[in-house]
């Protein structure tokens, strides 16, 4: 059974640097295939991927937020951690960790249930 | 990179058929899968169609979905509508650098 879980600050300042950890458990991040990314919401608005993170530690990134992002993955805690610099209001948003596969269409088959993240002084 | 556009929303009564687009911008559609999720308020999205037309198992196959290139766009049809099946829908793909998603289409059943 595969199943994610976010964790981080609930609340930021501007300008300060979020830092999100996806703990998982059900497969494992050395898999051939297997990756881990990170997707937003906004209240209200869209999903917005955000990165990816493969078996093989190839990394992927949003082209308008690459500057900002950096993923890393622990092999062997089984997590994957997001952060994020200069943090804006506009930042607000509930942040999803999901499972995918290369395998299987980059198909974001599991998804954490998220985590909400706002940016206020 | 290339954006998939989506209507922003959709209604039909319960019962009949209806189908949501899903158009890319650049580059083929064929070329990538597309993926489709449901949204329900309060809740993470969830797959009901990956590599463009299959149904994970417990998806109900009143749930279909196509590629048309001439159009270079995708489709999801959900056929003998439920109330159930009101919610928010997105398509995903994907080229060799990102991941995409499309901007969501709001599927009530009245």
């Known amino acids: 059974q595969i199943t994610l879980k976010e964790s981080g600050p609930t609340l930021v300042k501007p300008t300060q640097t979020l830092t999100l950890t996806c703990t998982f458990s059900?497969?494992?991040?050395?898999?051939?295939?297997?990756?881990v990314g990170w997707i937003r919401q906004p209240p209200g608005k869209a999903l917005e991927w955000l990165a990816l993170?493969?078996?093989?530690?190839?990394?992927r990134y949003s082209p308008s937020l690459k500057s900002r992002l950096t993923i890393t993955k622990d092999t062997s805690k089984n997590q994957v951690v997001l952060t994020m610099t200069n943090m804006d209001p506009v930042d607000t948003a509930t942040y999803y960790c999901?499972?995918?596969?290369?395998?299987?269409?980059?198909?974001?088959?599991?998804w954490g249930q998220g985590t909400l993240v706002t940016v206020s002084s | 990179n290339f954006m998939l556009t989506q209507p922003h929303s959709v209604s039909e009564s319960p019962g009949k058929t209806v189908t949501i687009s899903c158009t890319r911008s650049?580059?083929?559609?064929?070329?990538?899968?597309v993926q489709w999720y449901q949204q329900r308020p309060g809740s993470a999205p969830t797959t009901v169609i990956y590599?463009?037309?299959?149904?994970p198992s417990g998806v109900p196959d009143r749930f279909s979905g196509s590629i048309d290139s001439s159009s270079n766009s995708a489709s999801l049809t959900i056929s003998g509508l439920k109330t159930e099946d009101e919610a928010d829908y997105y398509c995903?793909?994907?080229?060799?650098?990102?991941?995409?998603f499309g901007g969501g289409t709001k599927l009530t059943v009245l």
């Open positions: 999901a499972h995918t596969s290369q395998w299987l269409g980059q198909n974001f088959d599991y």
């Open positions: 059900g497969f494992s991040l050395s898999t051939s295939g297997v990756g």
């Open positions: 993170i493969y078996w093989d530690d190839d990394k």
């Open positions: 650049s580059g083929s559609i064929a070329s990538n899968y």
């Open positions: 590599e463009d037309n299959q149904r």
């Open positions: 995903q793909s994907y080229d060799s650098s990102n991941v995409v």
